[in-house]
Protein backbone atom coordinates (compact mmCIF):
# COMPACT_ATOMS: atom_id res chain seq x y z
CA UNK A 1 0.00 0.00 0.00
CA UNK A 2 1.03 3.58 -0.62
CA UNK A 3 -0.82 5.09 2.55
CA UNK A 4 -1.54 8.79 1.73
CA UNK A 5 -0.10 10.40 -1.36
CA UNK A 6 0.76 13.96 -1.71
CA UNK A 7 1.68 16.16 -4.92
CA UNK A 8 3.65 18.29 -5.90
CA UNK A 9 5.97 18.42 -3.38
CA UNK A 10 7.56 21.43 -3.91
CA UNK A 11 5.19 24.13 -5.96
CA UNK A 12 6.01 28.02 -6.54
CA UNK A 13 3.42 30.10 -7.47
CA UNK A 14 2.75 33.78 -8.49
CA UNK A 15 -0.04 35.84 -6.53
CA UNK A 16 -3.52 35.20 -8.34
CA UNK A 17 -2.42 32.29 -10.21
CA UNK A 18 -4.65 29.02 -9.17
CA UNK A 19 -3.71 25.19 -8.33
CA UNK A 20 -4.78 22.20 -7.10
CA UNK A 21 -2.86 19.93 -4.66
CA UNK A 22 -3.93 16.55 -4.72
CA UNK A 23 -4.45 13.83 -2.61
CA UNK A 24 -5.22 10.59 -2.44
CA UNK A 25 -4.77 7.16 -0.24
CA UNK A 26 -5.33 3.20 -0.90
CA UNK A 27 -6.85 2.52 2.03
CA UNK A 28 -10.22 3.00 2.07
CA UNK A 29 -10.37 5.69 4.65
CA UNK A 30 -13.97 7.47 5.42
CA UNK A 31 -11.56 10.79 6.55
CA UNK A 32 -9.47 13.03 5.01
CA UNK A 33 -8.44 16.20 5.72
CA UNK A 34 -6.34 19.08 4.76
CA UNK A 35 -3.70 21.14 7.07
CA UNK A 36 -1.29 23.58 7.08
CA UNK A 37 1.90 23.73 9.14
CA UNK A 38 3.42 27.62 9.18
CA UNK A 39 6.92 28.70 11.24
CA UNK A 40 5.92 28.63 14.94
CA UNK A 41 2.81 27.74 14.88
CA UNK A 42 0.87 24.24 14.84
CA UNK A 43 -0.86 22.33 12.33
CA UNK A 44 -4.03 24.09 11.41
CA UNK A 45 -7.04 22.37 9.79
CA UNK A 46 -8.20 23.55 6.65
CA UNK A 47 -10.79 21.30 5.15
CA UNK A 48 -11.68 17.82 5.89
CA UNK A 49 -14.25 15.11 4.99
CA UNK A 50 -15.97 12.49 6.51
CA UNK A 51 -16.80 10.52 3.02
CA UNK A 52 -17.18 11.16 -0.68
CA UNK A 53 -19.65 14.09 -0.94
CA UNK A 54 -19.32 15.12 2.21
CA UNK A 55 -16.72 18.53 2.92
CA UNK A 56 -16.41 20.81 5.95
CA UNK A 57 -14.93 23.67 7.03
CA UNK A 58 -11.74 23.69 9.46
CA UNK A 59 -10.09 26.29 11.65
CA UNK A 60 -8.86 28.33 8.47
CA UNK A 61 -10.81 27.77 5.70
CA UNK A 62 -11.15 31.13 3.36
CA UNK A 63 -8.82 31.04 0.07
CA UNK A 64 -9.39 27.26 -0.23
CA UNK A 65 -12.26 24.98 -1.80
CA UNK A 66 -12.06 21.11 -1.26
CA UNK A 67 -14.08 18.52 -3.04
CA UNK A 68 -14.66 14.85 -2.09
CA UNK A 69 -15.76 12.64 -5.47
CA UNK A 70 -14.22 9.52 -4.46
CA UNK A 71 -13.29 8.28 -1.36
CA UNK A 72 -9.66 8.01 -2.91
CA UNK A 73 -9.12 11.68 -3.70
CA UNK A 74 -9.12 14.92 -1.81
CA UNK A 75 -7.91 17.99 -4.18
CA UNK A 76 -7.41 20.90 -2.19
CA UNK A 77 -7.66 23.67 -4.47
CA UNK A 78 -6.24 27.74 -4.16
CA UNK A 79 -8.38 29.99 -6.76
CA UNK A 80 -6.25 33.22 -6.17
CA UNK A 81 -2.81 32.32 -4.50
CA UNK A 82 -1.73 35.04 -2.18
CA UNK A 83 1.56 35.41 -0.27
CA UNK A 84 -0.04 34.48 3.02
CA UNK A 85 -0.35 31.20 1.52
CA UNK A 86 2.76 30.11 1.71
CA UNK A 87 3.26 27.17 3.45
CA UNK A 88 3.69 23.65 3.85
CA UNK A 89 0.34 21.52 3.72
CA UNK A 90 -0.26 18.55 4.48
CA UNK A 91 -3.51 16.04 3.99
CA UNK A 92 -4.26 12.86 6.17
CA UNK A 93 -6.26 10.41 6.59
CA UNK A 94 -7.94 7.55 8.47
CA UNK A 95 -11.03 5.39 9.54
CA UNK A 96 -14.31 6.19 10.72
CA UNK A 97 -15.21 4.00 14.25
CA UNK A 98 -17.60 4.62 16.18
CA UNK A 99 -16.96 8.19 17.66
CA UNK A 100 -16.05 9.24 14.55
CA UNK A 101 -12.59 9.63 12.22
CA UNK A 102 -10.80 11.73 14.40
CA UNK A 103 -10.20 8.88 16.91
CA UNK A 104 -8.26 6.46 14.75
CA UNK A 105 -4.55 7.06 13.74
CA UNK A 106 -4.09 10.19 11.14
CA UNK A 107 -1.98 9.14 8.34
CA UNK A 108 -0.09 11.88 6.53
CA UNK A 109 1.06 12.57 3.62
CA UNK A 110 4.69 13.66 3.39
CA UNK A 111 3.79 17.63 2.41
CA UNK A 112 3.89 19.75 -0.39
CA UNK A 113 5.82 22.78 0.09
CA UNK A 114 3.76 25.90 -1.38
CA UNK A 115 5.70 29.07 -1.85
CA UNK A 116 3.87 32.42 -3.37
CA UNK A 117 5.74 34.95 -4.89
CA UNK B 1 -4.29 31.65 25.56
CA UNK B 2 -3.49 28.60 23.61
CA UNK B 3 -6.08 26.01 23.73
CA UNK B 4 -3.01 23.16 23.69
CA UNK B 5 0.26 23.87 25.33
CA UNK B 6 3.10 21.99 24.70
CA UNK B 7 6.23 22.16 27.32
CA UNK B 8 9.08 22.59 27.05
CA UNK B 9 9.51 23.91 23.16
CA UNK B 10 13.00 22.93 22.85
CA UNK B 11 14.58 19.56 24.68
CA UNK B 12 18.21 18.58 24.08
CA UNK B 13 18.95 15.29 25.88
CA UNK B 14 22.00 12.85 25.57
CA UNK B 15 21.51 9.52 24.84
CA UNK B 16 19.97 6.94 27.31
CA UNK B 17 18.33 9.68 29.49
CA UNK B 18 14.81 9.79 30.31
CA UNK B 19 12.47 12.22 28.47
CA UNK B 20 9.47 13.76 29.31
CA UNK B 21 6.81 15.83 26.74
CA UNK B 22 4.11 17.76 28.36
CA UNK B 23 1.02 18.71 27.43
CA UNK B 24 -2.04 20.53 28.51
CA UNK B 25 -5.42 21.74 26.97
CA UNK B 26 -7.99 24.16 28.42
CA UNK B 27 -10.80 22.67 26.30
CA UNK B 28 -12.99 19.81 26.98
CA UNK B 29 -11.66 16.70 25.03
CA UNK B 30 -12.44 13.03 24.16
CA UNK B 31 -9.20 11.80 23.30
CA UNK B 32 -5.59 13.30 22.27
CA UNK B 33 -3.03 12.44 19.35
CA UNK B 34 0.85 12.04 19.96
CA UNK B 35 2.32 12.75 16.73
CA UNK B 36 6.08 12.74 15.85
CA UNK B 37 7.77 14.43 12.80
CA UNK B 38 10.79 13.92 11.40
CA UNK B 39 13.49 16.11 10.74
CA UNK B 40 12.78 15.54 6.77
CA UNK B 41 9.20 16.78 7.22
CA UNK B 42 6.88 13.15 7.41
CA UNK B 43 4.41 12.67 9.88
CA UNK B 44 3.72 9.76 12.09
CA UNK B 45 0.84 8.89 14.83
CA UNK B 46 2.55 7.67 17.81
CA UNK B 47 -0.89 7.04 20.06
CA UNK B 48 -4.63 7.94 20.63
CA UNK B 49 -5.44 7.85 24.15
CA UNK B 50 -8.33 9.08 25.58
CA UNK B 51 -7.54 7.83 29.32
CA UNK B 52 -4.51 5.31 31.35
CA UNK B 53 -1.49 4.57 29.75
CA UNK B 54 -0.09 3.34 26.22
CA UNK B 55 3.10 1.88 26.06
CA UNK B 56 4.92 0.95 22.38
CA UNK B 57 8.39 0.03 22.90
CA UNK B 58 10.54 2.99 24.39
CA UNK B 59 7.55 5.35 24.00
CA UNK B 60 4.61 6.27 26.93
CA UNK B 61 1.79 8.04 27.02
CA UNK B 62 -0.20 9.23 30.02
CA UNK B 63 -3.59 10.93 29.93
CA UNK B 64 -5.31 12.47 32.48
CA UNK B 65 -8.39 14.14 31.10
CA UNK B 66 -9.64 15.55 34.61
CA UNK B 67 -6.44 17.23 34.87
CA UNK B 68 -5.88 18.23 31.34
CA UNK B 69 -2.74 17.05 31.08
CA UNK B 70 -1.28 14.22 29.00
CA UNK B 71 2.92 13.45 28.60
CA UNK B 72 4.54 11.15 26.27
CA UNK B 73 7.63 9.49 27.99
CA UNK B 74 10.77 8.23 26.00
CA UNK B 75 13.36 5.55 28.26
CA UNK B 76 16.67 5.36 27.15
CA UNK B 77 16.61 7.88 24.51
CA UNK B 78 18.47 7.41 20.82
CA UNK B 79 19.37 9.98 18.59
CA UNK B 80 17.16 8.48 16.08
CA UNK B 81 14.57 10.08 18.36
CA UNK B 82 15.52 13.62 17.11
CA UNK B 83 12.04 15.09 15.95
CA UNK B 84 9.29 17.55 16.97
CA UNK B 85 6.83 15.57 18.91
CA UNK B 86 3.00 17.11 18.48
CA UNK B 87 0.34 16.84 20.77
CA UNK B 88 -3.24 17.03 19.01
CA UNK B 89 -6.55 17.25 21.22
CA UNK B 90 -10.03 15.91 20.04
CA UNK B 91 -11.93 18.67 21.43
CA UNK B 92 -15.94 19.36 22.01
CA UNK B 93 -17.44 21.76 20.07
CA UNK B 94 -20.22 23.85 20.99
CA UNK B 95 -22.54 22.58 18.59
CA UNK B 96 -21.74 19.07 19.72
CA UNK B 97 -19.33 18.19 17.03
CA UNK B 98 -15.73 17.60 17.58
CA UNK B 99 -12.13 19.10 16.21
CA UNK B 100 -8.71 19.02 16.14
CA UNK B 101 -6.50 21.25 18.04
CA UNK B 102 -3.03 21.12 17.68
CA UNK B 103 -0.26 22.35 19.84
CA UNK B 104 2.98 23.42 18.37
CA UNK B 105 4.77 20.74 19.53
CA UNK B 106 8.47 20.03 21.30
CA UNK B 107 11.69 19.87 19.04
CA UNK B 108 13.94 16.64 20.31
CA UNK B 109 17.36 17.03 20.32
CA UNK B 110 18.82 13.62 21.24
CA UNK B 111 22.94 13.94 21.17
CA UNK B 112 24.64 10.53 21.21
Known amino acids: NAGVTQTPKFQVLKTGQSMTLQCAQD?????MSWYRQDPGMGLRLIHY???????DQGEVPNGYNVSRSTTEDFPLRLLSAAPSQTSVYFC????????????????FGNGTRLTVT | KNEVEQSPQNLTAQEGEFITINCSYSVGISALHWLQQHPGGGIVSLFMLSSGKKKHGRLIATINIQEKHSSLHITASHPRDSAVYICAVIAETQGGSEKLVFGKGTKLTVNP
Open chain 1, 27 to 31: MNHEY
Open chain 1, 92 to 107: ASSYSIEGGGWRSPLH
Open chain 1, 49 to 55: SVGAGIT
